[in-house]
């Protein structure tokens, strides 16, 4: 446990940053799975849910929440999948 008052602080900082940042790592994650399951299915909204899916991978990236070259993997692995199911056609 923290002893002085600004420690005690920084405990609750970091508690508020650690909720935020696994929120937003939740929901990148979730838009990936969605977006694979789009493109194995080959839906017609497989290519607006990517785009939604790269937004907010450049957005975390921005923010720090992951860094830029996981974000620029998993972009990549992403479009090489699109790209794959549309050649399958």
Known sequence: MPNTKSAKKELRKSVKRKLHNKKIKDNVKDLI?????????????????????????????????????????????????LNNSTKAK
């Open 33 to 81: 799975k969605k977006s694979r399951k789009a493109i194995e299915a080959k839906d017609e909204k497989a290519k607006e849910l990517i785009g939604t899916t790269l937004k907010a991978l450049d957005k975390a990236a921005q923010k720090g929440i992951i860094k830029k070259n996981a974000k620029d993997r998993k972009k990549s692995r992403l479009h090489l999948r």
